[in-house]
């Protein structure tokens, strides 16, 4: 199977403090998934997303904190639900995030997320989402510029059990900038502390941590990725 990765580091020094167990890997190492969906479910992601491009499309890598500011006004939401062939996860974006939970919220309105997959799974440590090799996935990241979100640290938002954080660049990013597309949740019960302060935690499952659990079960291969697809949508909820 053909694949690519993109590399988004978690905080190394933290990680060998924490030990070397294989499930402590960086929280971003990605890989090309195979493209199962159909050239009819991408043409309706699409023709359903443009009801809302035509309203938001003038995000770009430049604007992107005014864009979220007035964005995060214009939507109150913060509750969302990932649904999977193995169950439903549902989460509470914080608002004291505001530009992470705009930029969620905006990806998930205009289907970003429905053409993407659980690409990461290290049991016991975190489940991670966000990417693949779909057009659809690729033609989005390309419009918007591969923008970036400036680190939101709030000494109340820890890496505790079902913790939704932002993966990130570490080379190269001495800002800590998340990336907009790729998330990860927290599936070790005793959290992931030592990633306080290295990644932007922006929300907290409240409902399927079963769901969690069975993702978390699949078969991986030596990097971690599931040696199946899980494919995701999300949907806004209230």
């Not at 960086?26 to 023709?47: A, C, F, L, P, R």
Request: with cysteine.
């Amino acid at each position: 199977m053909k694949v690519f990765k993109i590399t988004f580091l978690i905080f190394a020094a933290s990680l060998l403090s924490c030990g070397t167990n294989n499930s402590e890997k960086s929280t971003s190492k990605e890989k090309k998934v195979e493209k199962k969906d159909s050239v009819n479910s991408s043409k309706i992601v699409e023709k359903e997303s443009k009801k809302v491009e035509k309203t938001w499309d003038s995000l770009n890598a430049k604007n992107v904190i005014p864009f979220f500011t007035e964005f995060g006004k214009q939507n109150k939401k913060s509750i969302v639900e990932i649904s999977t062939k193995f169950g439903k996860i549902k989460i509470r974006l914080y608002k004291d995030t505001p530009i992470h939970r705009a930029n969620f919220l905006f990806l998930t309105k205009i289907n970003y997320f429905d053409t993407t997959v659980f690409y990461r799974v290290a049991k016991n440590f975190v489940i991670q989402g966000g990417n693949s090799d779909h057009f659809y996935t690729i033609k989005q990241r390309k419009k918007y510029g591969n923008y970036q979100l400036e680190p939101e640290f709030r000494k109340n938002r820890r890496h505790k059990y079902g913790a939704l954080a932002a993966a990130r660049e570490w080379e190269h990013n001495p800002n800590k900038r998340s990336s907009p597309f790729q998330f990860y949740i927290v599936h070790n019960r005793n959290g992931a502390h030592h990633l306080n302060g290295e990644h932007t935690v922006f929300g907290e499952v409240i409902s399927g941590f079963k769901t969690m659990d069975r993702i978390a079960a699949v078969k991986v291969g030596p990097d971690e990725w599931p040696l199946s697809d899980v494919h995701m949508t999300i949907k806004i909820l209230e």
